[in-house]
Every structure is written in structure tokens, then in C-alpha cells.
Nanobody
Framework: QARLVESGGGLVQPGGSLRLSCAAS????????MGWYRQVPRKQRELVAV???????EYADSVKGRFAISRGNSEDTVHLQMNSLKPEDTAVYYC??????????WGQGTQVTVSS
């Protein structure tokens, strides 16, 4: 089964930028959507941004205008450009891939810390 491999997390100051990337370890077919979720301790994982197979995108209200999701060179690769980062964006970010057959793939998570 394919794995999702994430990269790009780290420590950044408030107002800074980071770019997260996610790629499937092998080809995945029937992709419906790819996206990013985030989670902080003692809270539920929340959707940050998603891009559908047709190119449509959706964002959490808290990140609209600051984050941008895009596909890479292959349809099983996705990026998340995060600008104007705030301390409340601090979380573990998880990549997700969902197929039209409702199979979900998850990455291992990458830590994003926004702090001065």
C-alpha cells in the first residue's frame, strides 16, 4: 500500500512562511482529493485545505488568504504554501489522500511551530 511522505515542517517566527510538501510513495489511482489537516494536543484533527481532482480548493476560515494548496507535477503530490504564519498555526500537519472508493491514506505528520 502506498505511503504519504511529508516534508517542510519546522520552526518559524510569526509572520514568516513555510512550504509543506507531500508525495505518495507509489502511484495511487482514483484520487478524489488531497489535503492537509492539523492537530494540537487534546483537540480533534481539523481540515486546513483540500484540493479536488478537478482543481477546486477549499480552506478553513482561519487560513483563508494566508495558505495556498496546489498540486505538484503528478496528481499524487500536493504542496501547502503557508504565509503570514501565526502562533495559533502551531500544530502537527498531516497529509491526506482520499480515493473515489473512499480509501484514506495519511502521512506520518510534520511539526510546524510558530514562535518568536
Amino acid at each position: 500500500q502506498a505511503r504519504l511522505v511529508e516534508s517542510g515542517g519546522g520552526l518559524v517566527q510569526p509572520g514568516g512562511s513555510l512550504r509543506l510538501s507531500c508525495a505518495a510513495s507509489e502511484s495511487v489511482f482514483y484520487i478524489n482529493r488531497m489535503g492537509w489537516y492539523r492537530q494540537v494536543p487534546r483537540k480533534q484533527r481539523e481540515l486546513v485545505a483540500v484540493i479536488f481532482a478537478g482543481g477546486e480548493t477549499e480552506y478553513a476560515d482561519s487560513v483563508k488568504g494566508r495558505f495556498a494548496i496546489s498540486r505538484g507535477n503528478s496528481e499524487d503530490t500536493v504542496h501547502l504554501q503557508m504565509n503570514s504564519l501565526k502562533p495559533e498555526d502551531t500544530a502537527v500537519y498531516y497529509c491526506n489522500l482520499r480515493t473515489t472508493r473512499l480509501t484514506n491514506y495519511w502521512g506520518q505528520g510534520t511539526q510546524v511551530t510558530v514562535s518568536s
